[in-house]
């Protein structure tokens, strides 16, 4: 027979059935273990969820707070060097959560550059247990260069008298609830405002004023 006819004598129908693929045979079995496992995930998703949205209702966990409780700058109305003093305080408000903080170090800025850099406030890491209130003092803090004394002077005799500057402490922190401790550090930076007067000593409305604090 020629091709030809070989072709036309094939029916729509047997190419059809030629290329016909057979459908994958159903599982039922598959489908239902399937099923039972994304909803036991989501199940114990659930749970898990419910749990830490209990337990953080009954912790309520809240960020440390710093304070400056006093800031002087001795020198600023001679022009001589200019040494600064002062203590900040750490508040934990929480009632269950304890912090260890590593060592502190001071930065202070004036007018936008470090007139003190990475002064160290403490020897050793530090404990804060829960509802207490640490204090942070520093001293002899000598502000360099000598230009920066002369500016300060500079703004202590105009205007307002009014010297503003800004305190950085930075350090790491890790929390503790009960017996159960965060082993890993997150870097902690503080930044206090402080402005003094004419004679060195911390003006009134920054008194008490509470620092912005950045960590996690």
Not at 167 to 196: D, K, T
Request: net charge positive; aromatic share 10%; proline share 9%.
């Amino acid at each position: 027979m020629p091709p030809e006819a070989a072709v036309s004598s094939s029916t729509p129908r047997s190419v059809a059935g030629r290329f016909r693929r057979p459908l994958p045979v159903e599982r039922p079995h598959l489908t239902r273990c399937t099923k039972l496992l994304c909803s036991a995930f989501l199940t114990l998703l659930l749970v898990a969820l419910v749990i830490i949205f209990v337990v953080y209702l009954a912790v309520r966990p809240h960020r440390p707070r710093f304070h400056v409780t006093s800031f002087t700058a001795a020198g600023v109305s001679s022009g001589g060097p200019v040494v600064l003093s002062g203590q900040l305080t750490i508040r934990n408000p929480n009632r269950d959560i304890a912090y260890f903080f590593d060592r502190f170090y001071l930065s202070v800025e004036y007018r936008g550059a470090d007139v003190a850099k990475d002064r160290p406030l403490t020897a050793a890491p530090t404990y804060q247990p829960p509802k207490t209130t640490t204090p942070l003092p520093f001293e002899g803090v000598e502000v360099s260069p000598a230009t920066a004394g002369q500016d300060i002077a500079k703004d202590a005799a105009e205007g307002d008298g009014r010297v503003e500057m800004t305190v950085r402490v930075r350090s790491r922190i890790r929390a503790r609830l009960a017996f159960w401790g965060n082993r890993h550090w997150h870097p902690l930076n503080v930044r206090c405002e402080v402005a003094v007067g004419p004679d060195g000593q911390l003006l009134a409305e920054y008194l008490q004023k509470r620092c912005s604090i950045d960590f996690f």
